[in-house]
Nanobody
Framework: QLQAFGGGLVQAGGSLRLSCATS????????MGWFRQAPNKGREFVAA????????YYAPSVEGRFVISRASAKNTVYLQMSSLRPEDTAVYYC??????????????????WGQGTQVTVSS
């Protein structure tokens, strides 16, 4: 089970930190990723981290502004978002793949999803 929270309304240039709390077998055994879905658009990859947290992946649109990390206990994954832009407005979802070795940048690799948290960036 995954639960995402931490979204909200922020002005452009501001920061937010999203959290994804996990439980069960999905929590600490596998990689984790964040995706987002803006109105009338498909879900797009944002960032992902391996189980160890030592390898991370970012979409070009967020690299240098967002940082994904996971707690030492591996059961919480964070997305620190800085220099937010209006185009970052979306519902953000955390997800976990069902096994190792899948392409973490592709939505189809994920089986488990949190409920989503809304991020709104005003200009």
């Amino acid at each position: 089970q995954l639960q995402a929270f931490g979204g909200g309304l922020v002005q452009a240039g501001g920061s937010l930190r999203l959290s994804c709390a996990t439980s069960g077998r999905t929590s600490k055994d596998y990689a984790m990723g964040w995706f987002r879905q803006a109105p009338n658009k498909g879900r797009e990859f944002v960032a992902a981290t391996t189980w160890s947290g030592r390898i991370t992946y970012y979409a070009p649109s967020v690299e240098g502004r967002f940082v994904i990390s996971r707690a030492s206990a591996k059961n919480t994954v964070y997305l620190q978002m800085s220099s937010l832009r209006p185009e970052d407005t979306a519902v953000y979802y955390c997800g976990a793949p069902p096994e190792y070795g899948l392409d973490l940048m592709h939505e189809a690799s994920y089986r488990y999803w949190g409920q989503g948290t809304q991020v709104t960036v005003s200009s």
